[in-house]
Nanobody
Framework: QVQLVESGGGLVQAGGSLRLSCLAS????????MGWFRQAIGKEREVVAG????????YYTDSVKGRFTISRDIAKNTVYLQMNSLKPEDTAVYYC?????????????????WGQGTQVTVSS
């Protein structure tokens, strides 16, 4: 059983930055593709970014390309999401996700483990 614990959410003004962290435990971290999803009020959960087990390949949804960066530190069992130039439409609960032996493009049905979520609020 893998546990994922997110941190780093909060309230920030438009144009600001936040870095989310996700600490994984209970499994072999390098066996999992990792990703970040988000869910805004009244909307479906959507993938934001994904990273392969090796960290060599990444994916970003179009709306965050050039602003967000996903990375992983295998030694620390941690995946990060650096979010720059934040916009009010980025406001959502952000979830860390793990897909056992999956690809860097994660999907909701394919995720094996979810974190509890962390709120990101961007004010205009």
């Amino acid at each position: 059983q893998v546990q994922l614990v997110e941190s780093g959410g909060g309230l920030v003004q438009a144009g600001g930055s936040l870095r989310l962290s996700c600490l994984a435990s209970g499994g072999t971290f390098s066996s999992y593709a990792m990703g970040w999803f988000r869910q805004a009020i009244g909307k479906e959960r959507e993938v934001v970014a994904g990273i392969s087990w090796s960290g060599g390949t990444t994916y970003y949804t179009d709306s965050v390309k050039g602003r967000f960066t996903i990375s992983r530190d295998i030694a620390k069992n941690t995946v990060y999401l650096q979010m720059n130039s934040l916009k009010p439409e980025d406001t959502a609960v952000y979830y860390c996700a793990a897909d056992y032996r999956g690809s860097y493009y994660l999907t909701v049905p394919g995720v094996d483990y979810w974190g509890q979520g962390t709120q990101v609020t961007v004010s205009s």
